[in-house]
T-cell receptor, first 112, second 111 residues
């Protein structure tokens, strides 16, 4: 399967711990996006990369959040000092430039 | 910022019935997208619309890009139980990276 993959699929952590998620985009796609989704709402944009450059960050991306895409392929999203309000589904998507975005299955984060 | 109003919030229909849902925006979009999401999974693209007035079909699904570029609708004909899920509209501005999503329409199909 050559779709977008995300790991882990589920993560349970205690408040104050750091967590890191990984996204592997569709291989020829040069854009990679991170979204957050809470129950009953649509995905909300967090940030996106074109190749290894991070081109836009949402106000939702507080100082505790950092995303990287060091070689323009896979990306990681790290949340430091997690809070209960960080509990959500974290979705990754990829696209070829401004073309349609294809989503991965998401990582469900639960902060206790 | 951009806001998308998606309606209805939920629908309960009988198998075989047709369904219609729509999205309106306070601003103009250059692309409209419709996704379906099953519980615990990521959104799956159903239809992408790139031009005002465009009408596109994908099997039993038909979507249109409104001529004002501020709205779109999705129709599902002859619904079946596997159509159950949450349907999201999303809009993209010209040359923008991000998509702005509505809050979804939850569809329940009774056999």
């Amino acid at each position: 399967d050559t779709g977008v993959s995300q790991n882990p699929r589920h993560k349970i952590t205690k408040r104050g711990q750091n967590v890191t998620f990984r996204c592997d985009p569709i291989s020829e796609h040069n854009r990679l996006y991170w979204y957050r989704q809470t129950l009953g709402q649509g995905p909300e944009f967090l940030t996106y990369f074109q190749n290894e450059a991070q081109l836009e960050k949402s106000r939702l991306l507080s100082d505790r959040f950092s995303a990287e895409r060091p070689k323009g392929s896979f990306s990681t999203l790290e949340i430091q000092r997690t809070e209960q309000g960080d509990s959500a589904m974290y979705l990754c998507a990829s696209s070829l430039l401004v073309d349609t975005q294809y989503f991965g299955p998401g990582t469900r984060l639960t902060v206790l | 910022g951009q806001q998308l109003n998606q309606s209805p919030q939920s629908m309960f229909i009988q198998e075989g019935e047709d369904v219609s849902m729509n999205c309106t925006s306070s601003s103009i979009f250059n692309t409209w997208l419709w996704y379906k999401q099953d519980p615990g999974e990521g959104p799956v693209l159903l239809i992408a619309l790139y031009k005002a007035g465009e009408l596109t079909s994908n099997g039993r699904l038909t979507a249109q890009f409104g001529i004002t570029r501020k709205d779109s609708f999705l129709n599902i004909s002859a619904s079946i139980p596997s159509d159950v899920g949450i349907y999201f509209c999303a809009g993209q501005e010209q040359n923008a990276g991000k998509s702005t999503f509505g809050d979804g329409t939850t569809l329940t199909v009774k056999p």
